[in-house]
């Protein structure tokens, strides 16, 4: 009796724990998913516990009155290992919800688009993990080398230098293919935005010209400073700070035009992120080198006047973590009266940095110019103007779907789907 009553007591302490966290997730909005994620079959669960003990980001599911649950499912990146856990079948993952669809390219095994010649690995083809972007660029780049080409024409443009597009590059040069990598932004894609000290769950990947790499749990930094060194070491050659602008096919391939140059290839290879091209202002003095749109490491504003503008966890995230730095004066500005699909912890911290002084709070208030001293503001009904030395927007990004339909690639929205 003492050990069934133990028994049902931590039982009933292990759902007011998941039932208060499902709740925050709940009242914050953050209820859909990214991308792949697990659905639960209740007449299958039997609450075994297996799927919470084999998720690495260790907070995603729980188990409530017996049942796995998804408690935080914007925690999940997909990683499927509870799928495998699960000893009774009860997981399925799948795209999208029943209330909101994640638009998905429709591609072959080989990760060809329906329009020849055209490929898409890793995040924008639905997979964010790293090992699967990796596998997936690495894939690619076979299927493009058995491609018939004449040598007039690059054998592929690469287009991203994320996980999927590092390892493209990498193989691409391994096939020894006439290969371009375009990159608007740094080494490392989404992983390069993600907030400094950040851990980065990975498992071992094989990428071409180096082997097999082993690596369970690493750093933001470390991750990015191991593959500069692969960068170094083999040679690869990565046009940085060059956006992709159009795609044209023709009758030998593709005709890739950037923000630099323009590249006649018989393959391209879409290695982009989901986000696409961040979401910018429109605003007059946008375009100054002082404007940027993720935070990268706090340190560097310190002693500054700093603004911020979005209203979501990275802007908030932001926001707090520059103020924390000595002599700094933030100011966090965002259009609607109110944060919603944000974590209570994040919004907690706004709020005592605001009620502290360290940070002044402009909610209804939208940015009109930037100059290089200053920024120029509207907050309720009146101009504001502000001195200013760094603007960080943190406004989400260009879904790239229109473009990729434009180019004639076939889309399907999945709701739900396995």
């Given at each position: 009796m003492l050990a069934v009553g133990f028994y049902l007591y931590r039982q009933r302490r292990r759902d007011r724990v998941n039932l208060a966290q499902l709740k925050v997730a709940t009242e914050a909005g953050l209820t859909e998913p990214a991308s792949l994620h697990p659905l639960i079959d209740p007449a299958r669960c039997l609450g075994s516990?297996?799927?919470v003990r084999a998720c690495p980001e260790g907070d995603v599911l729980g188990v409530i009155r017996g049942k796995g649950q998804l408690i935080n499912p914007t925690h999940c990146i997909g990683h499927g290992a509870c799928r495998a856990a699960c000893p009774h079948d009860a997981i399925t993952l799948v795209f999208g919800s029943a209330t909101r669809g994640v638009d998905i390219p429709l591609l072959t095994p080989e990760f060809e688009t329906n329009v020849p010649g055209l490929f898409i690995a890793g995040e924008l083809g639905g997979m964010g993990l790293i090992r699967n972007a990796v596998e997936q660029g690495r894939q690619a780049m076979d299927a493009v080398r058995r491609l018939k080409g004449d040598g007039k024409l690059l054998d592929v443009v690469i287009v991203g230098a994320g996980p999927a597009g590092l390892a493209a590059s990498l193989a691409a040069l391994q096939h020894k293919l006439r290969a371009v990598?375009?990159?608007q932004e740094s080494l490392g894609g989404s992983v390069f935005k993600y907030p400094r000290g950040?851990?980065?769950?990975?498992?071992?990947?094989t990428l071409p010209l180096v082997g097999k790499v082993k690596m369970r749990e690493t750093s933001k930094e470390a991750l990015l400073d191991f593959w500069k060194g692969i960068e170094r070491q083999t040679g690869i050659k990565?046009?940085?700070?060059?956006?992709m602008e159009d795609i044209l096919p023709n009758t030998q391939?593709?005709?890739v035009k950037t923000t630099r140059a323009t590249y006649s290839t018989r393959a391209v290879l879409l290695a982009i992120g989901r986000r696409g091209t961040p979401r910018k202002l429109d605003v007059p003095g946008e375009d100054l080198p002082k404007v940027v749109y993720s935070l990268i490491d706090a340190e560097q504003y310190r002693d500054r006047n700093v603004l911020v503008v979005g209203g979501g966890d990275a802007a908030l995230e932001a926001a707090v973590s520059i103020a924390e730095q000595p002599g700094t004066r933030v100011t966090l500005s965002y259009r609607s009266e109110a944060f919603s699909r944000v974590k209570e912890k994040n919004r907690q911290r706004v709020d005592q940095a605001a009620a502290g002084g360290r940070l002044q709070l402009l909610l209804k208030s939208q940015v009109k110019a930037i100059t290089p001293d200053k920024v120029r503001l509207r907050h309720n009904e009146r101009e504001l103007e502000l001195a200013n030395d760094a603007v960080i927007v943190c406004a989400g990004g260009v879904l790239p779907t229109p473009f990729l339909k434009k180019v004639g690639i076939q889309i399907e929205t999945k709701y739900g789907t396995a």
């Open positions: 516990n297996a799927c990598t375009i990159e950040k851990i980065v769950m990975t498992q071992p990947v990565i046009n940085y700070q060059e956006r391939g593709f005709t």
